[in-house]
């Protein structure tokens, strides 16, 4: 560990400040200082890991929780139990107000994790394998339990007087995806997926399509069968059997058929008008003669007494 550069305040603004040593790059051969600030989550609606949680502010674009774990653990900190950073469905929208968890019990709690399942199923593939974080992003840090996160606590405050931590030291033997052109290479066969996994993931989407439309039937059923706090029974739109969607979109195929229908529009329709329109004439004035000859003939029969 290098030695800490002195007349870095070890406390701000309620903040434990952590220096750590970031290493090497072939771009960039000095090793450079970064530094972490740390407290306990302390957000406005509490929730059931706040006793556990560690907020930390301004982490390093390359953090993993392979990271954190290695560098609590090298400064004689607890165990992480988990990491979660922004873009996380489980990191909350402001760090500072997290939605509250519902009970253990409850369906609807039930119900979320089931969607969430099924959501991740029927997403597509990721196509990078790490990700990265913009600069000065945040991130919470679960411990085990209360006590290891006190742990953590003490350490840091004494861990401020000796020597820089090193970041990303021991996790060369964790899984963690490299960086650097590998990280395109890998990001360039991510972007092919096999049919198998594509396959798999768009009959995941059909099957939460099909089970959300049949819910929804299912509600709309039970709306048309169950009265209100009033006693009323609530009329859906085409009554207790359900809209006549077929009929009903027949009938409004046929109305934007005759919509698109142009008359007249040809030469050769407007001629075919035209002798229609002179038979019409030409048979109406036969017909007047007919009825002229007849009243003539019958005028001159007539014989008045």
């Known amino acids: 560990m290098a030695s800490r550069k002195s007349g870095i305040p070890s406390l701000i603004h309620g903040y434990t400040v952590l220096p750590i040593e970031l290493d ?9 200082t970064h530094y972490l600030y740390l407290r306990r989550h302390e957000p406005r609606i509490p929730t059931s890991d706040d006793s556990r949680t560690l907020f930390a502010v301004n982490i390093p674009f390359d953090a993993t929780e392979a990271h954190f774990r290695y560098l609590f653990s090298g400064i004689g900190g607890g165990r ?18 997290p ?27 990721e196509v990078w394998d790490r990700e990265l ?13 209360k006590e ?16 820089l931590a090193i970041w990303g030291e021991g996790v060369e033997g964790e899984k963690v995806p490299a ?39 299912r509600h709309l059923a039970r709306q048309r069968q169950e009265p209100d706090e009033d006693g ?56 007047d003669k007919k009825k002229v000859e007849e009243m003539k003939k019958r005028r001159g029969k007539f014989k008045p007494q």
Request: net charge positive.
């Open 133 to 145: 974080h913009p600069s000065g992003s945040a991130a919470l840090i679960v411990f085990v339990d």
């Open 232 to 287: 009323f029974i609530t009329v859906v739109r085409g009554g207790r059997t359900g809209p006549a969607r077929h009929d009903e979109a027949a009938a409004a195929a046929d109305r934007q058929r005759g919509k698109c229908e142009y008359r007249d529009f040809y030469r050769f329709q407007l001629r075919e008008e035209r002798k229609k329109h002179v038979g019409e004439l030409v048979r109406r004035f036969e017909e």
């Open 80 to 97: 992480v139990d988990s990491v979660k950073f922004p873009g996380n469905k489980q990191f909350p929208s402001d760090a500072r107000q």
């Open 179 to 217: 960086l650097g052109s590998q990280r395109y290479i890998s990001h360039h066969t991510l972007r092919y997926p096999p049919p198998s996994t594509l396959q798999a993931s768009v009959n995941a989407f059909l099957t939460t399509y099909t089970n959300a439309e049949t819910a929804r039937a």
């Open 24 to 32: 090497t790059l072939p771009s960039f051969k000095e090793a450079a």
């Open 148 to 163: 290891s996160l006190d742990v953590t606590m003490k350490a840091l405050k004494r861990h401020g007087k000796g020597k």
């Open 99 to 125: 939605v509250a968890t519902p009970s253990k019990g409850s369906k609807k709690r039930k119900r979320d994790r089931t969607e969430q399942e099924d959501s991740a199923a029927s997403s597509l593939p």
